[in-house]
């Protein structure tokens, strides 16, 4: 067949053309033009999209892509709209909040443990009062509400009834399943082939396991690069002599370390998507179903565990080992593990958060998307300049059809397109409790993307190869994997990274008065700073101008006059009870919240079931109707035939008239005819 | 119609009659009577069921439920197989278990503190011993696996696939919604006008709420005055002077308790029966099926609550609200809350679940079903009798089948058999940590239960009138949410009832030489006497033969010797988070591997889809296989009409030649006829 021509070289390309140029002045009507001018603005941003004609002129399968993200970009809507009033609320409530209050507040001058060994010295809990101010925006109870309302929104939302929000899909679909079943079968067949065989195979699947396996592991060493390159930054800062440097350590090492994270994400996810190509490829799926499927499913391991490992680091692993003053822990034997800011981890994983969900949205979506594309174009014209420099402009003039798109980049497959907005629906949903304008982005990214994806699809690629698809196929399953997997993860994240919980406790075991006075001062534990091990005190104690016998640390320990001094104490088991018991209750609630709402709602399937029954009625009444028509015919036909051997019918023998002489008309003239 | 006629009473019962009589010598060969012989009888316990037959002759709603019964009994023989490895292995092990042993160690003579106030004395550890060894038997590692296990089998097992076993009927069904379907989708518009005018029926939805909310409420209150008839029982017999009597105050306490619990539950399971009809009935549903849902919602709710809440207590609520020597919890200022057993929990769990699990086995379902109808068969026997007494002899030798079957009872319906198998279920799934061996009951049960039922239908019921039906409807639903409560339960009874994760913290936490030994000692909070308030000390102190200054009991605080006594200790708070930590652990590994399970082996509704398609493709084959046939027999008669006008067809001018001259025989014969 053709591919094998192709395969050969004997044509270069195979590809269907273009309705016509989409612009110019004189330029007949034709689809292409239609959706150019519909579709693929920027101008027409909030209007909804012409589906029925992208399905047209693109095929289903894109149809259903540009559908899905359609929805997907709506469903954004309430989310951002939700996001949008808790931040605010977060701002409008940061001047009562009492722990920000107390950790500004100069007069009590609360002394802070060296956040390093030596370099650093004591200082002022004061001296993180921006910090406890911005955190207070994300880590307060609307962000609870809110992340209870995301858990619902990623599990609910996408559960197939928005992706079957056009029903025509499936119903088209099912009625054509009639003429292409028998086909599906052998396919499926096939595919069952495919599976038993897999012993054959193995070696290549050893392969991939052991080539994921160590691009994981490389993922995570970098990770923990970027960590110790944190950690030896802050105390090279730490020396410096300016202040003002010294004041802001952590947000430039924050940010600094964040941003090379970045840079590494966004080129491990070209490598890794290579990779997992090739490791497809040496797998030789048999359909051209599994291989995307195989090929999606590690290419979305590899880049998920890219895109949120330093995430995952900062909101689950950072500060929680620590150990405590005179008893460090340390990685390497030299470098001190990092601290959480007073103000709680929450405000470093919303600065990661932020920085790398959008970097990787300007960076990666759009600057890729529209500078690539355009290079390549440049390129390819370059060259088809220097092959004919002489009769250029006429060759232009005269060119036909299928060599103007030739010059197109050829479609390669929605995989990348759904795999962005999978990572994205990821930032989204998994730590929405830590950065609620995180959907209000997405949202602007999306409205940007559609057009975006539009404009490459109708100027910029040569028109693909009409595919037929009933829906999203993997990546469904993929989007409930992480609808469910975000659940559990907030629960965490608000339970342990936020300091929600240690505040409610606080509230209603410690709170004299039933406010939140004196809260800062409880979670802090004291030190003597003379039982610091030797050689890690800090080399110039008196650099806050007086002398230091106790400093605190952010941690649930007994203090120094205890007679076991520095144990964990019984607040900290209180707490941790309490931040594990939340998470029970989150995760059920939201669980029994899904249920109902599903309960509530009666999902699309039904109407699906309900619309494949509707079909096969029609359908049979159809055939009976002709059915019906033909067999009245028929009859008609055969009485004739009796007639031939009876006697001519008239009243002495009545019994022999046919019942039917006021039959069809047909026959009367025909009976006439015959007499 | 016949329901009208019915009604008015111009008949007396319309109902399908036999095939003929199912046993005696001389009767010809019947389905009934094949049935009878294959199936309703305990000779063929080891067979599978003739579902086929069952369905062609009782109709497919009730072949379903048999199948559905068929598939649940053989999953219970995995599960119960699996249960008696874990009782044996716990049998096994209480030998060298080191926590009984301690208890039982006289040695160390632990003085415990008085279970009631004034009557009750001081008694020694060792006393509880039997209890002690017993709870061993099921608060052993090997029960967490098996619930690990039960909950994925809950979860999994009844999941759609097993219903599907028989495939036929899903065929079948599909096949003749091809017919059914326009009525179907006109029922269908019905009850959402249903729906749409819930607001008419406002006020008997008010009805059920209130009725349903008390009648809870009276369940509540009945269990209430069980758990102080328990409390004052318990003191009475402490007063009692046999020492017999004091050792065994529990057994004998608890024992009288469940059986009354018993008692109340069936009595107000038939009760409830009723008012769930009628609250069904005032609600006035417009179809049959949403009646029959209605009513099982309701009746489900009732009986759950009714069933479990005295098991749900025992296993979460007993001996958590204790207070401590001292500074007890009383109830109406008289009854001191009622501790658990030093052993735990768990084990009166085991005795309540085994014995409200079995009584309602036996007495209701066995008991009930057969007697019941027995008695029912013999009054109207005699009523017969009395009515007709001089010719009965021949009377009934003259009797007519529809009169033989009037003599039977009429079909009520399947409500009951899936209650009493769901609620079995239930005792099942939700609390077999605490009970392995519940499965095997219930499979000895289900056993009898499939012949029972057969025997009901086939001999003592009329033939029920054939109801199509797809699956077993609201009751998967029921089945699948119990599936989920399954999950968290035993999550928490492993964790909260029984002393598994004590044991583990302090094997881990506390243990010096890494052994259990000194864990029973661990687990108890010591009291000083003087502390006692006044009137509440026991009346005679020297019981045990030795003055007592501290008694142990079961609770993590302070000693009397610390600063702040009585206190809730450290290791407390440590138990507790060890405690949820478990159950959060729990509840995702169950759910992942569920999911995992799902994910690897595919599940039915795939099979069933390519069953429609299937389908489909065939009946359209069929449809144009005929189709054309006629096309050929019409095409063929058109061409005989256009010879009419044509000249007959000869060498001269062969393109009038009829190209079907070698058409089918009737044409010819035509043909022959006009020339």
């Not at 693929?40 to 259903?64: N, S």
């Not at 048999?286 to 330093?310: G, H, Q």
């Not at 640390?553 to 964990?568: G, L």
């Not at 059915?627 to 051997?645: G, V």
Request: net charge neutral; with cysteine; proline share 5%.
């Amino acid at each position: 067949g053709i591919t094998s021509l192709l395969a050969n070289g004997v044509y270069a390309a195979a590809y269907p053309l273009h309705d016509g140029d989409y612009e110019g002045e004189n330029v007949e009507f034709n689809d292409r033009k239609l959706l150019y001018e519909e579709w693929a603005c920027y101008g027409v941003f909030y209007k909804y999209q012409p589906i029925d004609l992208v399905r047209k002129y693109f095929g289903e399968k894109i149809g259903l892509y540009f559908a899905w993200l359609g929805v997907y970009t709506q469903m954004l809507i309430p989310a951002s709209i939700v996001g949008i009033i808790v931040f605010l609320y977060g701002c409008a409530t940061v001047d009562e909040n009492i722990p920000s209050m107390e950790m500004c507040d100069q007069r009590q001058n609360i002394t802070m443990c060296p956040l390093c060994d030596k370099t650093c010295s004591y200082w002022k809990m004061s001296s993180a009062c921006a910090t406890a101010r911005a955190s207070h925006l994300f880590d307060n109870p609307a962000t609870v509400f809110f992340s209870v309302f995301m858990a619902l929104w990623g599990k609910q939302g996408l559960s197939g009834k928005n992706i079957g929000d056009d029903p025509r899909f499936i119903a088209e679909y099912e009625a054509r399943v009639l003429e292409k079943s028998l086909k599906k079968e052998s396919k499926n067949k096939e595919t069952d082939k495919v599976k038993l065989t897999w012993r054959d195979r193995f070696p290549a699947y050893l392969t991939n396991l052991v080539s994921i396996i160590f691009m994981i592991a490389v993922t995570f060493a970098i990770v923990l690069g970027v960590i110790i390159y944190r950690i030896s930054m802050a105390a090279a800062l730490a020396m410096n002599s300016s202040p003002s440097v010294r004041s802001n350590i952590r947000v430039t090492v924050t940010a600094t370390a964040v941003i090379i994270n970045l840079v590494v994400i966004i080129l491990l996810d070209e490598v890794y998507g290579c990779i997992a190509r090739w490791l497809t490829k040496i797998e030789v799926p048999k359909t051209e179903k599994s291989f995307e499927e195989r090929l999606i499913f590690k290419a979305f391991l590899l880049k998920f565990v890219n895109s949120y490992t330093p995430i995952f680091y900062v909101a689950f692993f950072k500060g929680r080992f620590v150990g405590r003053p005179g008893d460090y822990v340390y990685i390497f034997r030299s470098f001190r593990m990092e601290e959480c800011a007073p103000g709680g981890c929450l405000m470093e994983l919303c600065i990661q958060l932020s920085i790398i969900m959008l970097g990787k949205q300007l960076i990666q979506n759009n600057l890729f998307e529209i500078g690539i594309p355009k290079m390549k174009k440049l390129i390819r014209y370059l060259k088809l300049k220097r092959q004919s420099p002489p009769d250029h402009e006429e060759c232009v003039k005269r060119k036909q059809r299928y060599e103007v798109d030739y010059n197109l980049e050829p479609f390669a497959g929605l995989t990348p397109e759904y795999m962005e907005m999978i990572i994205q629906f990821g930032f989204v949903t998994l730590f929405v409790a830590s950065f609620p304008l995180a959907p209000l982005f997405a949202l602007l990214n999306n409205i940007i993307e559609i057009r975006l994806d539009a404009k490459k699809f109708v100027t910029e690629l040569r028109r693909p190869v009409a595919v037929r698809a009933k829906d999203i196929g993997i990546w469904y399953n993929i989007l409930r994997g992480i609808g469910k997997l975000a659940v559990i993860i907030n629960a965490f994240v608000i339970s342990f990274t936020s300091d929600f919980i240690p505040r409610l406790v606080y509230l209603y075991m410690y709170s004299k008065n039933g406010t939140m006075h004196g809260f800062v001062n409880h979670t802090l534990s004291s030190f003597n700073v003379s039982d610091f091990q030797n050689g890690t005190a800090p080399n110039d104690p008196l650099d806050l101008g007086y002398e230091v016998q106790i400093c605190r640390y952010k941690d649930y320990r007994e203090p120094p006059w205890s007679e076991n001094k520095y144990d964990i104490s019984k607040d900290f088991w209180a707490v941790l009870a309490a931040r594990l018991a939340f998470v029970i209750v989150f995760q059920n609630l939201v669980m029994f919240m899904s249920d109902f709402v599903d309960w509530v709602i009666p999902d699309i399937p039904k109407d699906i079931s309900q619309q494949i029954h509707k079909e096969k009625v029609l359908m049979v009444e159809l055939f009976m109707r002709e059915e019906q028509d033909k067999q009245q015919l028929l009859e008609t036909w055969m009485e004739k035939e009796r007639q031939k051997e009876e006697p001519p019918c008239n009243h002495h023998n009545p019994k022999a008239c046919p019942d039917s002489l006021s039959g069809p008309a047909p026959s009367h003239a025909y009976h006439g005819g015959v007499l």
